[in-house]
C-alpha cells in the first residue's frame, strides 16, 4: 500500500514537470466540458493506456517496441486532426473524407455542434494521449520500472503505474478545473469563445509537433529532471518506511548523543526494532566465505549490503563499506555483500569475482542471480544497507549514496549494545579516486540513460530505433540529454552491440563525470576506442580510463569512466568510436 501511495504522490508531481508541456493542450482543450462524460473519460483512457504502454515496455520484447512505435504514430495522426478540426470547419473540410468525418467526430466529443460530449470520443483522445505521453523517469518512476525489469509482468507493476498515471491524471483535472473557469470567464467579459478554441487549436498542434521532433523525451526531460528529482526523493524519504533512516538518522542529523544516560546499565542504542532479519539462503555462490546462515551470525552485528558491480552508486559507496568492514571487524561486525545484478553480464560469476578483486573487496559476498535475498529483505535498490543486531533484528537501514556518518554511529551503537567496549571514534574517510569519488551533486543535470530498447529513451539518431536486427544509423548532434548511434549497431533488450568497425556513440550531457558500461562482446577480445570532448581531444578532462588522448580499451564487461571535467563544469558534446566490432554498450551514467 504504501508503494500504491508514493506512485500516486510521484505521479501527481509530474504537473510540476516541464515533460507533462507537451500534452498539456491535449487536456485543456476540454476544460469547459463536462467532467463525467468528458474530462473523466479522456483522463481515464490516458491513465490505463500509460500503465499499459509500460508495462509491455518494461517486459517485453522487441515486439512491445514496435506495436508502441506504430500507436505513437496513429495517436500523433489523431491528434493532429483534433486539432486542425479546432483550428477551423475550413481547415477540416479540406482533409481527405475519413479525416474530415472523424475530425467532426472529434468536434462533437468536444462539444462543439453537439450538446452532450461524447463519452467514446474522448476516451479514444485520452487513449491517443496515453501513447505519446513520455513523463520523464525521476526516483519513484525509476523505481517502479526497475521493480517491473527484474520481477518480470506482474499484476503488482501494473497497479503501481496505474497509480502513477492516477496521481497525475488527478493533478491534471484540478487544472482543467482552474482552466475552465478561467476560459469561461474569458468568454463572458471578452465574447471570444471562437478565438480560444483557435488558440487550443494550434495549441494541439504545437504539442503535436513537439512530441513528434522528440522534444518532450529531450530538452525537457532533463529540465524535469533538474526540478522534480529532488521533490520525488523527499516523498520517498518521507512515505517509504524503509527509505529514511528512521528516528536515529533525524538526532544524528543534529549531532544528539544517543548513549545511554546511565552508565551503571548496559548500552541500549536508541535504534528501533525494525523486524526479525530474513534468511540468507538463496545465494547461488559465496565468495571469500563458505555460506552463512543468520542463526550462524547470531551475537555478531551484521551489515548487509546490496550492490552490483556496475552499478556507479555502489562503486561510490564501496570504498565506505569497505573501510568499516575493516575498522570493526575485531569488534564483531560482520559485513556481507548481496550481489544482486541488473544487467545479464552481471550473473556470470567470474565477472562478479574479477569485480570483487579489482575492488579490494575481502568480505563474504554472496551472489543473489535469483534474487532470493533480494526479495527475502523487500528490497528496492541499489546500493543498500541494512544493519542487524545481535539478536537477529533489522535495527537501522539506508538507501542510496550518502548518510555515511549516521550509518557507522549506528554501527558503532549496535556494537556498543553487543557488548563491545570500543572507543568513541571519528567516521572514516576512505581514499576515493576515479569513479569512486563521490558524484558533484551541484552540478549534474543528467540521468542515468540506457542503451537497450527496454529501457531506452532519448534516442536522437536519423534512423528510428530497430530492436533486434542489425541497422546502419547515423546521428547530427544530439541535444542535451540525448544519444545516438553511428555505423551498424545491433540494439538488443540491455544493450547495443557494434557489428562493423568505426562505430560509435555520440551524445550530448551537463555532469562532471561520464561514464558508459562497455564490455567487449561474446568474443571476449580487447576493443580499442577513441574519445572526443566537444570534437577534441579530452585532455585535462579525460577519465580514469582513458589518456589525455581520449585512447582507452575495452577489456571486460565493466563500467568505464570516460570523463572527468576539471575545471567548471558545463553541457558538452561526447563521442565514443570504437575500432574493431563486438563492443557492447550498455547505459551511461553521470556523477
Not at 462539444?111 to 460530449?117: D, E, F, I, K, Q
Not at 556507479?312 to 560482520?334: F, S
Request: proline share 5%.
Amino acid at each position: 500500500m504504501t508503494l500504491l501511495i508514493i506512485a500516486y504522490l510521484g505521479g501527481a508531481l509530474t504537473i510540476f514537470s516541464p515533460c507533462i508541456l507537451p500534452i498539456l493542450p491535449f487536456v485543456f482543450a476540454r476544460a469547459e466540458q463536462s467532467f463525467l462524460r468528458s474530462t473523466l473519460p479522456m483522463l481515464a483512457g490516458m491513465a490505463i493506456t500509460f500503465a499499459l504502454v509500460a508495462t509491455l515496455a518494461a517486459i517485453g520484447g522487441s515486439w512491445a517496441i514496435h506495436a508502441n512505435e506504430y500507436g505513437r504514430i496513429a495517436a500523433i495522426a489523431l491528434l493532429a486532426a483534433f486539432g486542425a478540426s479546432l483550428l477551423s470547419p475550413r481547415i477540416a473540410s479540406a482533409l481527405s473524407q475519413p479525416v474530415v468525418d472523424f475530425g467532426n467526430h472529434l468536434m462533437r466529443a468536444t462539444g462543439h455542434g453537439r450538446a452532450t460530449p461524447d463519452v467514446a470520443g474522448s476516451f479514444v483522445l485520452g487513449i491517443a494521449t496515453g501513447l505519446l505521453w513520455a513523463p520523464c523517469a525521476g526516483p519513484i518512476l525509476g523505481l517502479v520500472l526497475t521493480g517491473a525489469a527484474l520481477q518480470g509482468a506482474n499484476l503488482a507493476t501494473t497497479f503501481l503505474l496505474l497509480a502513477y498515471a492516477a496521481g497525475a491524471a488527478t493533478s491534471l483535472a484540478t487544472a482543467m478545473f482552474v482552466g475552465g473557469k478561467v476560459f469561461a470567464a474569458m468568454k463572458r467579459s471578452l465574447g471570444i469563445s471562437e478565438r480560444i478554441r483557435q488558440v487550443l487549436g494550434a495549441a494541439v498542434l504545437a504539442g503535436v509537433a513537439a512530441i513528434a521532433l522528440g522534444l518532450d523525451t529531450g530538452l525537457l526531460a532533463q529540465l524535469s529532471y533538474a526540478s522534480t528529482a529532488s521533490l520525488e526523493q523527499t516523498v520517498l524519504e518521507k512515505l517509504d518506511t524503509k527509505a529514511a533512516g528512521g528516528p536515529f538518522s533525524a538526532a544524528a542529523d543534529k549531532g544528539v548523543d544517543v548513549a545511554s544516560a546511565d552508565t551503571t546499565r548496559p548500552f541500549q542504542s536508541d535504534l528501533p526494532v525494525e523486524g526479525a532479519a530474513p534468511s540468507l539462503d538463496g545465494a547461488v555462490e559465496w565468495l571469500n566465505s563458505p555460506p552463512l546462515t543468520a542463526e550462524a551470525l547470531r551475537g555478531k552485528v551484521v551489515l548487509v549490503d546490496f550492490w552490483t558491480y556496475s552499478c556507479i552508486n555502489c562503486i561510490r559507496t564501496v570504498p565506505y563499506v569497505r573501510a568499516w568492514a575493516e575498522k570493526y571487524r575485531d569488534q564483531g561486525l560482520v559485513v556481507i555483500g548481496v550481489h544482486a545484478p541488473e544487467f545479464a553480464f552481471e550473473k556470470k560469476i567470474d565477472n562478479v569475482r574479477k569485480a570483487v578483486s579489482d575492488f579490494n573487496i575481502g568480505y563474504p559476498v554472496a551472489i543473489d542471480n535469483d534474487y532470493r535475498i533480494w526479495r527475502a529483505f523487500e528490497n528496492s535498490y541499489w546500493p543498500a544497507h541494512y544493519l542487524i543486531d545481535a539478536k537477529g533484528q533489522i535495527r537501522y537501514h539506508h538507501f542510496g549514496e550518502g548518510n555515511y556518518p549516521q550509518t557507522e554511529k549506528a554501527i558503532q551503537d549496535l556494537l556498543r549494545e553487543a557488548g563491545s567496549d570500543m572507543a568513541a571514534s571519528r567516521p572514516v574517510v576512505p581514499e576515493t579516486k576515479g569513479a569512486e569519488l563521490g558524484a558533484d551533486l551541484n552540478n549534474i543535470r543528467s540521468s542515468e540513460t540506457y542503451l537497450g530498447y527496454q529501457r531506452a529513451s532519448n534516442f536522437a539518431s536519423n534512423e528510428s530505433l530497430s530492436a533486434d536486427a542489425a541497422r546502419k544509423y547515423t546521428v547530427a548532434e544530439p541535444g542535451l540529454n540525448e544519444w545516438g548511434l553511428t555505423g551498424t549497431w545491433t540494439v538488443g533488450p540491455e544493450q547495443a552491440t557494434l557489428d562493423e568497425p568505426g562505430g560509435g556513440i555520440a551524445s550530448r550531457f551537463s555532469a562532471r563525470d561520464l561514464h558508459l558500461v562497455l564490455g567487449p562482446g561474446a568474443a571476449g577480445k580487447p576493443v580499442r576506442f577513441q574519445v572526443t570532448i566537444d570534437g577534441k581531444a579530452p585532455g585535462k578532462d579525460h577519465g580514469a580510463d582513458i589518456d589525455v588522448n581520449g585512447n582507452g580499451t575495452v577489456t571486460a564487461t565493466r563500467l568505464y569512466q570516460l570523463v572527468r571535467q576539471a575545471g567548471d563544469v558545463s553541457a558538452r558534446n561526447f563521442s565514443i568510436r570504437f575500432l574493431a566490432p563486438g563492443v557492447q554498450a550498455y547505459a551511461f551514467t553521470f556523477g
